[in-house]
């Protein structure tokens, strides 16, 4: 069974993604570019925003939960989960503004902008904790409304999250993104591995989209 959906994403709908917060890569970037690495991320009490051509996964989960933020206050997401997934053309962008003297900047990071798997952005044991996404997407063998306790296609609830194993879910065995645009709080894996990186610190607003 395949279904296809396309359109703004909130925590009860499909969500899917990818990828560590820009700011925590900044620190860590070459360790990742060289090779693989087990990581958690998070912007402390700030979104990022992510874009890629192309997001290729296997054994995908999603439920509703609550991220409790920097500033106390509770924010709903749709966790979203894959035992691997490959990303074509990954960018992601954090805008840090009003820092005194500079003003506005923005952190910039791109990674895995080949047409082949193996050099493209890999991650393992991937979580990502976000609460808007517009892509295309096709999902393979897709149960819809599942307790999330249940769920057994993908990685499953991560330990530790703000949510209800008898809360509304989905998965699939597999799912493809193509134009995928959202926005996210923090981000899980296992393992990253980000070929080709390249990152910037530019002036003014400058985001993946």
């Not at 899917?16 to 990581?39: D, K």
């Not at 053309?89 to 840090?96: D, I, K």
């Amino acid at each position: 069974m395949e279904s296809q959906a396309r359109g703004g994403t909130r925590w009860k709908r499909f969500a899917v993604v990818m990828v560590p917060s820009v700011a925590a890569t900044a620190a860590i970037g070459v360790a990742l570019a060289q090779g693989a690495l087990a990581a958690s991320f998070s912007v402390s009490g700030q979104q990022f925003k992510v874009s890629a051509d192309k997001l290729t996964g296997t054994g995908f989960s999603q439920y509703g939960a609550y991220d409790v933020g920097a500033d106390g206050n509770n924010r709903a997401v749709a966790v979203s989960a894959f035992d691997e997934a490959y990303i074509k053309n990954l960018c992601q962008s954090v805008v840090t503004p009003n820092i005194p003297v500079i003003g506005t900047v923005t952190l910039r990071l791109g990674a895995g902008d080949s047409t082949e798997k193996k050099n493209q952005v890999y991650a393992k044991g991937l979580y990502i904790d976000l609460d808007d996404l517009e892509a295309d997407a096709t999902f393979k063998d897709i149960d819809i409304g599942v307790a999330a306790g249940s769920m057994d296609k993908g990685p499953g609830m991560k330990s530790g999250d703000h949510a209800s194993a008898g809360g509304f879910s989905q998965q699939a065995t597999s799912a493809v993104l193509t134009d995928v645009q959202q926005t996210a709080w923090a981000t899980t894996a296992g393992t990253f591995k980000l070929p080709n990186l390249k990152m910037s610190i530019v002036a003014g607003k400058q985001e993946c989209y």
